[in-house]
């Protein structure tokens, strides 16, 4: 018996209609500064492990060294002194790497901008000195401060710190604070990325979709956090950091300490406290 003839199968029109669809233009300004700010936030946070210079002093000695330098500078009345610790600061990060080197000149520039707008004020009642005073000094400080960090590696940065009194308890949050801010901030940089590679036509809500991707890290966060705590439970953490490397001394230590000694003769000199007082 011969089969039924089969009626030709046609696409439907609304299938076969052609696709003639244009997303509206939106800015995404805001996602746009949004990724920005946090590479270059992040940009400035991720440390790269110190390298030791040949001559460099050890851990406990390099620590003592940062801390009394900038002690001095913050407490020295005679600028000649700052004007003295400028040129020996610049004198050493010549010999810094050129990433190194402008991470500390960016860091110590901006914290003598800082300074200079916090004390315009100043000029106006008739004290213009004083804000190129406080800015020659935040510059010092904090550029003593990068370099000690950009000179020093991780291991030898938490042991000499442990070495030098400060709690364990202290350090493990500062160490950890530090990767987990870096690692969640590449987590939401990724989640802008992604936010705006997917944005179709105009979008009215984007505080929505950036509610989001703090929602994401939220839950990075919590994951890391956890998994943090596991594996300082596998590895028999009992919440004490040992800085037994820090306490390694060098031979050149003692060339180190005698500048230190000859510093602060220099600083009192700066003050005048081997000046003469008047005869009865």
């Known amino acids: 018996m011969p089969s039924p003839a089969r009626t030709p199968q046609t696409i439907p029109s609304w299938l076969a209609a052609p696709e003639d669809y244009h997303p509206g233009s939106d800015r995404d300004g805001y996602v746009s500064r949004s990724l920005l700010s946090m590479t270059s936030v992040l940009a400035r946070l991720r440390f790269d492990d110190g390298t030791v210079a040949r001559f460099s002093p050890s851990p406990v000695v390099k620590l003592v060294l940062c801390l009394v330098t900038i002690l001095l500078t913050s407490l020295a009345r005679n600028y000649l002194f700052v004007l003295v610790m400028l040129a020996c600061l610049l004198a050493r990060d010549l010999l810094l790497p050129q990433r190194a080197l402008t991470r500390v000149m960016g860091g110590a520039l901006s914290a003598a901008a800082f300074a200079l707008v916090v004390m315009a004020p100043a000029a106006l009642i008739g004290q213009p000195r004083a804000g190129f005073t406080l800015a020659g000094k935040a510059f010092v400080c904090t550029g003593i401060a990068l370099t000690w960090a950009s000179t020093t590696p991780h291991a030898q940065l938490t042991a000499s710190l442990r070495a030098a009194g400060m709690p ?113």
Do not use: Y
């Not at 929505?208 to 929602?215: D, K, L, P, Q, R």
């Not at 000199?269 to 081997?274: E, I, M, P, V």
């Open 168 to 280: 364990s308890l202290a350090i493990m949050a500062i160490t950890v604070a530090l990767a987990s801010i870096v690692r969640l901030g590449e987590t939401a940089a990724e989640a802008l990325a992604a936010l705006t590679l997917r944005s179709v036509g105009r979008n009215r809500h984007k505080m929505t979709s950036v509610g989001g991707v703090g929602g994401v890290v939220l839950v990075k966060a919590s994951l890391a956090a956890q998994a943090t705590h596991d594996a300082m439970r596998c590895r028999g953490f009992d919440g004490e950091i040992h800085g037994g490397a820090a306490l390694t001394w060098k031979r050149h230590d003692i060339l180190w300490l005698a500048g230190l000694v000859v510093l602060v003769l220099f600083f009192l000199f700066c003050q005048g406290a081997f000046a003469h007082g008047p005869h009865a």
